[in-house]
């Protein structure tokens, strides 16, 4: 079974501080690793595919890195802003599917 | 704007009853949709796949016949739910296009299906 793992599954944040969270995935087999943010009542939005090892995205505050042959990927937002309040989702393309993790929930607060 | 509409965003049916979900891409063409289900504090679980112009691939576990899935133009998806039961229940979200390091997928906007 093809596990896709993300920790913590919630996290509280103070408005203006940074964070990050983990995704972890089976190594073998790699294809690509895309990261959604997924806000409420709406839909979840793509920020990120990553294919290399070694991949670093960014877009504004938020970014990502990838490491493929230990299997995680870390995603980072710096200097946290109410609007970063989501879920942020990573998931596993392999074999022509998206397979999805649980989701970190996240909560700025003010 | 959105890319992938996904209709109705809430339903409320009765047992035994069907209900049918749209899944429609705006934008572009999709000769290829996905259906996922999430229920509460789980993953989304993609239940299949749907094919423009061909019958749909069906995850283990999902029965063919109680999920119908119809994908007769390139622009929509249809997921019918027939003789639903309380236990199917749960968020059914779709998505557009196809899987791949170049490729973004675009998902609608999801519908909440209660079966009381």
């Not at chain 1, 896709?4 to 964070?19: A, I, K, M, R």
């Not at chain 1, 972890?24 to 294919?51: D, G, I, Q």
């Not at chain 1, 890195?65 to 596993?92: M, R, V």
């Amino acid at each position: 079974i093809l596990n896709v793992e993300q920790s913590p599954q919630s996290l509280h944040v103070q408005e203006g501080d940074s964070t990050n969270f983990t995704c972890s995935f089976p190594s073998s087999n790699f294809y690509a690793l895309h990261w959604y943010r997924w806000e409420t009542a709406k839909s979840p939005e793509a920020l990120f595919v990553m294919t290399l090892n070694g991949d670093e995205k960014k877009k504004g505050r938020i970014s990502a890195t990838l490491n493929t042959k230990e299997g995680y990927s870390y995603l980072y937002i710096k200097g946290s802003q109410p609007e970063d309040s989501a879920t942020y989702l990573c998931a596993l393309n392999r074999d022509d599917k998206i397979i999805f993790g649980k989701g970190t929930r996240l909560h700025i607060l003010p | 704007g959105a890319v992938v509409s996904q209709h109705p965003s809430r339903v409320i049916c009765k047992s035994g009853t069907s209900v049918k979900i749209e899944c429609r891409s705006l934008d572009f063409q999709a000769t290829t949709m996905f259906w996922y289900r999430q229920f509460p504090k789980q993953s989304l679980m993609l239940m299949a796949t749907s094919n423009e112009g061909s019958k749909a691939t069906y995850e283990q576990g999902v029965e063919k016949d109680k999920f119908l899935i119809n994908h007769a133009s390139l622009t929509l998806s249809t997921l019918t739910v027939t003789s639903a039961h309380p236990e199917d229940s749960s968020f059914y979200i779709c998505s557009a296009g196809l899987p791949g390091p170049r490729n973004t997928i675009y998902f609608g906007e999801g519908s909440w299906l209660t079966v009381v």
